[in-house]
């Protein structure tokens, strides 16, 4: 089967890395992938890399619809039989390119991005006339397109994103800190406005109120990262956390860390999060990410409100006084059954056979 899947995501995210491993996956499985993105996008150089057919497109913004030609003629070129569109930028024009050309679309929701007004109307019809089907990476994405657009249940298909288990072996599963005793706990994120990043360093001082012994790694990079080093220098904190910048080397920074803490106050089902579960370190994640229907709160990680520094703190102290270790390996059976990316990838198969015949 040819695929085409539309991504803008400029730098590196979650579902850039679902798109990356997809691929791969299906390559390996007889398919043949296309990906459109942006010029000089993070998905862009790791595609390369791996031999991957990349065609770089800049809509500028969503209703660009000079861009559509371009996009009927690589579906023809390359005779596609389904798209796929992932992000906000191409739903658009990629969706009609693909009605001019009679291919199915699939819509993929990362997040939920609730409408309303007359946004919610316009996104309505784009829903129930220019696709046919939608992915929705967590049950909470569904539920809430299910009650903001009264989509029909059949049209959306839940399928999580994939996590390569052999990267993120159960070997190292103690802390690597160089004081046995202290507690190493890390945030692996965009450094961006929605990520409740400010919330978190602001917790900091009430976690190590009762937790003295504690370190704290802060994992990525993005628009507000010299803002939160500031913070950070302002609450006296500098001898405690370390921003590490851009990483690659994430299944081993897992593997030294005690826990991580995902404190986004709305993310639709977090890649970082399943990595570090997949590597036995269980998470405080909020309310608001699609975690909450997949951790079971003081069994399999903890669940804490969002926006919340007090309940953040709580949270994090209360998983580092438990059997925090158990609480990770019942996190690492749930990556197993849920998110192998061997599991997703047939799923997707599926739904692809489905929508094409």
């Known amino acids: 089967m040819n ?5 803008a995501t400029p730098g590196w995210s979650g ?28 998905l862009s150089s790791a595609l390369s890399e791996e031999n991957i057919p990349v065609c770089k497109v800049n809509p500028k913004n969503d209703i660009n619809i000079l861009v559509i030609p371009k996009i009927v003629r690589l579906i023809v070129k ?8 992932c992000s906000p930028m191409f739903y658009w024009i990629a969706s009609l390119a693909g009605r001019l050309t009679k291919r199915p679309v699939i819509l993929t929701r990362n997040v939920p991005y609730r409408k309303k007004g007359l946004k919610k109307y316009i996104n309505t019809f784009l829903y129930s006339k220019l696709v046919d089907r939608i992915i929705a990476i967590s049950d909470k994405i569904k539920r ?19 996590i390569d288990l052999l990267r993120f072996s159960l070997q190292g599963t103690n802390s690597s800190s160089v004081n046995s005793e202290e507690y190493l706990a890390a945030v692996i994120s965009r450094l961006d406005e929605n990520k409740g ?14 937790i003295s012994r504690i370190r704290f790694i802060i994992v990525g990079t993005g628009r507000i990262e010299q ?41 639709g089902m977090s890649m970082s999060a399943l990595e570090s579960m997949a590597s036995a370190k269980p998470v405080v994640a909020t309310t608001g990410s699609g975690l909450v229907d997949i951790i079971k709160n003081n069994h ?24 925090y270790k ?32």
């Not at 809430?144 to 839940?158: Q, R, T, Y």
């Not at 804490?304 to 007090?310: E, T």
């Not at 059976?333 to 998110?339: A, L, R, S, T, W």
Request: proline share 4%.
């Open 144 to 162: 809430e397109l299910i009650e903001d657009f009264a989509i029909p249940d059949h049209k959306i298909s839940v399928i999580y994103d994939g």
């Open 227 to 267: 803002k939160l080093q500031v913070l950070t220098k302002q609450l006296n904190l500098t001898d405690k956390v370390h921003f590490t910048g851009f990483r690659t080397d994430i299944p081993e920074i897992l593997a030294g860390v005690d826990i991580t803490i995902m404190p986004s106050p709305e993310e």
């Open 3 to 7: 695929i085409l899947i539309f991504d």
């Open 15 to 42: 579902g850039a890395n679902r798109i990356f491993l997809y691929s791969k996956e299906l390559i390996k499985r007889g398919h043949t992938i296309t990906i459109c993105c942006l010029h000089e996008s993070g």
């Open 300 to 323: 399999s990680g903890i669940i804490v409100k969002p926006d919340n520094s007090n309940e953040l703190a709580h949270g994090v102290v209360t998983l580092l006084r438990s059997d």
């Open 197 to 210: 990043l400010e919330c978190c360093i602001n917790a900091l001082p009430i976690i190590m109120q009762q």
């Open 78 to 85: 390359n005779n596609i039989d389904v798209i796929e569109i």
């Open 326 to 357: 158990k609480i990770g390996r019942e996190a690492r059976k749930i990556v197993e059954e849920k998110f192998a990316l061997q599991t997703v990838v047939t799923q997707y198969e599926r739904l692809l056979e489905q929508v094409t015949k």
